[in-house]
Nanobody
Framework: QVQLVESGGGSVQSGGSLKLSCAFSGFTSDTYCMSWFRQGPGKEREGVASIDTDGSTNYTDSVNGRFTISQDNAKNTLYLQMSSLKPEDTAMYYC?????????????????WGKGTLVTISS
């Protein structure tokens, strides 16, 4: 059974940092690419970052240079290091997995989703 469980959300001030984690089970990262998505209050879900099975990464423009997606295959955990946070980064953050070598922040038809972790950035 596939499971994805996010953690690490919280409340920080603008300019601060947070590191989100997504512990996954039921599949391996050599056959599933993974992505982070977010949905802010009153906004549509937005792709944030993705990592392919070969470790290649992609970011949406608004977070490029501030966020870093990575994974620890030994721990079956996906991460999202977020720095220079802004109030507009406030959102529920979700990790997701797709049985494919390649993912994109613009591709939403993922196979599995976590339930999310809330990030709140105050000005």
């Amino acid at each position: 059974q596939v499971q994805l469980v996010e953690s690490g959300g919280g409340s920080v001030q603008s300019g601060g940092s947070l590191k989100l984690s997504c512990a996954f089970s039921g599949f391996t990262s050599d056959t599933y690419c993974m992505s982070w998505f977010r949905q802010g209050p009153g906004k549509e879900r937005e792709g944030v970052a993705s990592i392919d099975t070969d470790g290649s990464t992609n970011y949406t423009d608004s977070v490029n240079g501030r966020f870093t997606i990575s994974q620890d295959n030994a721990k079956n955990t996906l991460y999202l290091q977020m720095s220079s946070l802004k109030p507009e980064d406030t959102a529920m953050y979700y990790c997701a997995a797709l049985r494919n070598d390649y993912c994109s922040p613009r591709y939403y038809a993922m196979d599995y989703w976590g339930k999310g972790t809330l990030v709140t950035i105050s000005s």
